[in-house]
């Protein structure tokens, strides 16, 4: 065979030794006669040839192994390419590129989730045949891990947003994320010690108003730490999220409330001024679109019945203040208070002779059983020293009663006025707060005239 070979060596040479001494165009004609004998030559001489080809992609494969019917994937190859030496006919291998062949790694033998060293195998996805002399590295090492999902709320990270001067932003049980929850999947051992997820807006803002703001990155949370270094490994089955952030007004309302059940004559609102409010005034947070613009909010109302000395009145900020009002304050209750000085309380008998009836249907006659009432009255010092029970007026009002009911015995109750004094008023007394008297009605004969 190198006797042959020296010999074809010769007479190419000879040849091209000989071409370059005839014309120009006999000169390129040989020469491309005799590149194709030198190709026909070294086909024929050398039919098996070595070649190298340079990163040829790693693979795992998982069908029908242990390691893919418990959920476990390849998170991690210490190699992502490798070099592969190949020999074969030169006809059949000759074209190969590295993109052709694919170094695949078992996991045949993947049982848990920890890292493996494994072997390749070389495989060519255009069917050429061939011998793998050698592959670098032989082995690559494998990190095996379960994978799992699990949902998880969503909570707002907004470092750099904050609202300006007069305006509150929203707590954060106050911002609206859509979707508020998040399917996240990764290795088993971290995804089990999320607890929650946060949208992050990364961007430094100040706001006079209620915005929404679009984001779609997102850090896991092991209750307040962040999870780090570890993103990488988890995905999320959502890349979009709107946060809703509220901002409020800041405002400071006065605070009222109403009398009911005064005498005719009395003065409610030199009466107001004597009692004690705990808060005149609350300093609210409120969206803009919900405010509305007032002297004063009303706190409830007190029954003059009810209005003994030093008699506390509570009110729950929470049964006053309007929807979508937040107390800044933190007050929670407002009481208003009646004095414990300054006042007299004092029991008058009032017989029943002393108490009008008013507003009687014509048909009925009445006749008041009860002997009378001893309501107890409260004012100043100086009134309450003159009044007597002359000073009272004794009705009771009987538009109220139910005639469809015929005769009988009714009970109904009495109000008193005092047109004398306007700065005293009466309680109920006996557990009630107005006292009652007990009425005959009778039906008028023919023989009564109406």
């Not at 990270?157 to 929203?170: D, T, V």
């Not at 004095?339 to 009687?360: A, D, E, F, K, M």
Request: aromatic fraction near 8%.
């Amino acid at each position: 065979m190198i006797e042959v070979l020296k010999n074809v060596f010769y007479k190419v040479r000879l040849f091209f030794a000989n071409l370059f001494e005839k014309d120009v165009v006999v000169k390129i004609g040989s020469l491309i006669a005799a590149i194709i004998i030198w190709f026909v030559i070294s086909v024929t001489a050398t039919p098996v040839i070595d070649i190298v080809l340079y990163k040829v992609p790693v693979t795992v494969s998982l069908d029908g192994t242990y390691a893919e019917a418990n959920g476990y994937q390849a998170m991690s190859m210490s190699e992502e390419s490798v070099t592969v030496y190949i020999k074969g006919e030169r006809g059949n291998i000759g074209n190969l590129k590295s993109e052709d062949l694919v170094a695949v790694a078992s996991a045949e033998n993947v049982m848990y989730a920890m890292e493996y060293r494994l072997p390749l195998e070389i495989t060519c996805i255009t069917g050429k045949e061939f011998e793998v002399t050698k592959i670098e590295p032989a082995n690559v090492s494998v990190d095996f891990d379960r994978i799992i999902t699990k949902e998880v709320s969503v909570k707002p990270q907004l470092s750099g947003i904050k609202a300006s001067e007069g305006y509150i932003m929203g707590d954060e049980e106050d911002i609206v994320i859509v979707p508020d929850t998040v399917n996240v999947t990764g290795p088993a051992e971290i995804v089990d010690s999320i607890t929650d997820a946060a949208v992050v807006i990364d961007k430094s803002e100040t706001l006079t108003g209620t915005t929404d703001f679009k984001s779609g990155s997102l850090s896991f949370y092991n209750n307040s730490t962040v999870i780090a270094d570890e993103n990488e490994r988890l995905s999320a089955d959502k890349s979009e999220f709107t946060v809703h952030v509220p901002v409020y007004e800041r405002h400071t309302i006065a605070l009222d409330f109403k009398i009911t059940n005064a005498p005719e004559s009395f003065d409610i609102d030199s009466f107001k001024q004597l009692l004690e409010m705990s808060v005149t005034e609350l300093e609210v947070a409120v969206l803009s679109e919900n405010f509305v613009d007032r002297d004063s909010l009303d706190i409830g109302t007190i029954d003059m019945r009810e209005a003994d000395i030093g008699k506390e009145f509570l009110f729950p900020t929470s049964d006053f203040l309007p929807e979508g009002y937040e107390d800044l304050n933190n007050v929670r209750f407002v009481t208003v208070s009646v004095p414990s000085t300054g006042l007299v309380r004092r029991p008058i008998h009032i017989t029943n002779s002393s108490i009008q009836l008013v507003n009687t249907p014509a048909q009925y006659d009445f006749n008041i059983i009860t002997s009378g009432v001893t309501p107890i009255f409260i004012g100043s010092e100086e009134s309450m020293e003159q009044l007597t029970y002359i000073d009272v007026f004794a009705q009771v009002d009987m538009i109220s009663i139910n005639t469809e009911d015929g005769e009988g015995y009714k009970k109904l109750p009495v109000t008193f006025h005092i047109p004398s004094y306007n700065d005293i008023w009466c309680i109920g007394s006996d557990g009630v707060l107005s006292p009652r008297v007990t009425i005959d009605v009778k039906l008028k004969t023919e023989n009564d005239s109406y």
